[in-house]
C-alpha cells in the first residue's frame, strides 16, 4: 500500500502522514542508523526530522539519504538564538552534516517562551539568519516548534513562520484547545511531534525508560487504569497513541523508530487507519475540551512570588476532573514542590492570566481533589 501523503500547509510540501523523528537513532551504529533511515524511505516515507541539536543525527541521516536528497523533504532545526550563531553554528553545520546544498525546512527550535520568540525575532535574532538563507535558496521554507502552544500561537500570528512543530497525544492536547484552527487559518503546516509522550512528556509515557515498545506500567502506579488508557502493552499503545494522533486534522507525525521493525509498525498503523472506532472516541473523550474554566499552561502568571507552582497543578487538576486519572494525579501533586497552602491570595497570577482566569478559586477546588 502507498503511504499516504498529506500537504503541509502553505509550503505546498506532500508530505507523508507519518514521517520520521531523528532523536532516537542518535543511539545506533552509523551502520543500524542508516538502513533504519533507508528502509523508511523505501517504505515510502519521505518526511524526515533531525536537529543541529541531537548529536550526529543530522550526520546520520545525510548519510542515509544522500542518494535519494530530491526524492524526501529533510527538516532540521537551530537552537541559536541569535542571526550570527545561528548562520555560523546552525545552519552552515546542518548543511554540511546533511551533504546538501538546499534544506527543505528549518525550523527555530523549542521556542516555548515569550521572551525567548522575541529575542530569537528581534532585529539581530535567529530567524534573520534562516531569512537570508532563504533568500539565498539554502532553505526553502522556516517553521518553529515548541511546547507551549499558547507561543506557537503568537508565533503563526507573525505570518513568518510556514510550519509549526508541536506535541500532541493523549495526555497533552493543548494543541487541540486553539493552535490547530489558528493554524489551519494561516495555511500554516502542522507537524506532531511526541505522539508517544516523548522523552519528558507530561506523563512520561509510553517511550520512558522503555524505548517505543516499552513496559512504562513500572511508572504508573495504577496499572488498569493506564491499559484502560493506553492499551495493554507497548506495541499496542504505540498503535493507540498514534491512531489518536492520525484521527486529527494534522499534516504528518514523526516518531522516531529504532529499528526497521518499529518502521514496519507504524507504517503499518497508519495503512490500517481509517478513523477512531466509537470505544476509542469514548475513551479519550475525543474532540471534547476540559470544562471552562481551565488552564491551558501557558505559563504566563508565573514566577509566582509564593513559588506556587500554578500550571502544573491546574493541568493535573485537568487530569483528575476531565481524563480521570485519578490515582496518579493524587499520588504526583505531594511531589510538586510549592502547593496551593503556599498561597497568599496575591491575585498576581490572576492578572497575568491572559484567558482571565479565576485561578485562586480553581488552585482552591484543585487543592480538594488533588490532597
Ligand atoms: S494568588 Fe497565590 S498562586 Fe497566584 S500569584 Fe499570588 S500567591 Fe501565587
Ligand atoms: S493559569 Fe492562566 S496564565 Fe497560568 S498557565 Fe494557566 S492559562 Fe496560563
Not at 536528497?69 to 550570527?84: F, G, L, N, S
Not at 525546512?105 to 535574532?125: F, T, Y
Not at 494534522?250 to 522516531?256: A, H, K
Request: charged residues 30%.
Amino acid at each position: 500500500m502507498i503511504m499516504q501523503k498529506r500537504r503541509l500547509g502553505r509550503t505546498g510540501l506532500q508530505v507523508s502522514v507519518i514521517g520520521f523523528g531523528g532523536i532516537p537513532i542518535i543511539a545506533l551504529s552509523r551502520d543500524e542508523a542508516e538502513k533504519v533511515v533507508r528502509h523508511a524511505y523505501e517504505r515510502g516515507i519521505n518526511y524526515f526530522d533531525t536537529a543541529r541539536a541531537y548529536g550526529d543525527s543530522e550526520e546520520k541521516m545525510g548519510a542515509a539519504l544522500n542518494a535519494v536528497r530530491d526524492e524526501v523533504i529533510i527538516a532540521t532545526k537551530t537552537h541559536q538564538r541569535t542571526k550570527e550563531d545561528a548562520a555560523r553554528a546552525g545552519l552552515k553545520q546542518s548543511l554540511r552534516n546533511l551533504q546538501t546544498d538546499r534544506i527543505d525546512l528549518v525550523q527555530l527550535h523549542g521556542i516555548d517562551s515569550e521572551e525567548v520568540l522575541q529575542k530569537a525575532m528581534g532585529p539581530e535574532g535567529a530567524l534573520r539568519a534562516l531569512e537570508e538563507a532563504k533568500t539565498q535558496e539554502r532553505i526553502d521554507y522556516i517553521g518553529i516548534s515548541g511546547h507551549n502552544p499558547y507561543v506557537l500561537g503568537k508565533a503563526i500570528k507573525t505570518g513568518k513562520f510556514d510550519a509549526i512543530l508541536v506535541p500532541l497525544n493523549v495526555i497533552d492536547r493543548r494543541a487541540t484547545e486553539e493552535l490547530f484552527s489558528l493554524a489551519n487559518e494561516a495555511d500554516v503546516g502542522v507537524v506532531i511531534m511526541k505522539a508517544m509522550g516523548g522523552c519528558g512528556a507530561p506523563l512520561q509515557y509510553p517511550q520512558w525508560g522503555a524505548r517505543f515498545l516499552g513496559k512504562p506500567e513500572q511508572d504508573w502506579p495504577d496499572s488498569s487504569e493506564f491499559v484502560a488508557h493506553f492499551g495493554k502493552d507497548g506495541i499496542e499503545r504505540a498503535k493507540r497513541s498514534l491512531r489518536f494522533v492520525l484521527a486529527h486534522d494534522i499534516d504528518t507525525v514523526i516518531p522516531g523508530p529504532r529499528s526497521i521493525e518499529e518502521v514496519d509498525h507504524i507504517i503499518k498503523v497508519a495503512e490500517d487507519f481509517h478513523g477512531l472506532s466509537n470505544e476509542e472516541k469514548t475513551a479519550y473523550k475525543f474532540e471534547q475540551l476540559p470544562p471552562e474554566p481551565f488552564c491551558r499552561k501557558c505559563g504566563l502568571c508565573m514566577p509566582c512570588p509564593d513559588g506556587v507552582e500554578i500550571p502544573t497543578i491546574l493541568r493535573w487538576d485537568i487530569y483528575y476532573r476531565f481524563y480521570n486519572i485519578k490515582k496518579w494525579t493524587r499520588d504526583q501533586y505531594p511531589k510538586i514542590r510549592t502547593r496551593v497552602n503556599s498561597c497568599t491570595e496575591c491575585g498576581n497570577c490572576e492578572e497575568k492570566c491572559p484567558y482571565s482566569l479565576p485561578v485562586i478559586r480553581m488552585l482552591k477546588e484543585a487543592k480538594k481533589r488533588l490532597e
